[in-house]
């Protein structure tokens, strides 16, 4: 063999193997329907935050949030916190309120590294003139939680996640 066909060679392993390092690294996701259904209560529809919790309770990541007017966030207290520290462009994962009685499907995004690891999901919720639930519902992110029903115990009945 040449010099130059054993450069040209290795040269060719050494990129596979930077970037199948640098894909391992970048963290596949996995994509799941998340189903909140609300009780009945009466009122304006509830701002809904999911947010990826650490297992020392801190906030990792929000993954989703129900309700576009920025105003209304500092009535999430726990979260708005953690989002004013670290404010970041959460357009693209943000929908409507939800109101009393309806129910709210979206597609949340979740590091598969993450399933299984420790790390809890939360459903805060809030309603203009009425209560804040920083933990309407809290559950241990793992594959079981995410194939059952969870039940709230504020303004959400349940939560249901689905494969998407």
Not at 55 to 75: A, I
Not at 97 to 108: A, C, F, H, L, Y
Not at 114 to 141: C, H, M, Q, T, W
Request: charged share 25%.
């Amino acid at each position: 063999m040449s010099k130059l066909f054993k450069a040209t060679f290795l040269f060719v392993v050494l990129i596979f193997a930077l970037s199948t390092v640098s894909f391992a690294q970048s963290g596949a996701t996995s994509k799941y329907r998340c189903m909140i259904q609300m009780t009945n209560y009466m009122g304006e529809g509830a701002y809904i935050v999911i947010s990826l919790i650490d297992g020392k309770g801190n906030y990792d990541k929000t993954l989703y949030v129900l309700g576009s007017d920025k105003k209304w966030y500092k009535t999430l207290k726990e979260w708005n916190k953690f989002y004013a520290k670290k404010p970041t462009n959460i357009s693209a994962i943000t929908g409507a309120s939800v109101t009393g009685g309806d129910r709210s499907v979206n597609v949340i995004e979740i590091e598969s590294a993450k399933i299984n690891a420790g790390y809890k999901l939360r459903f805060e919720s809030a309603v203009e003139d009425k209560n804040y639930y920083v933990k309407d519902l809290e559950i241990p992110l793992t594959t079981e939680t995410l194939s059952g029903k969870n039940e709230g115990t504020g303004f959400i009945r349940y939560v249901r996640f689905s494969a998407n």
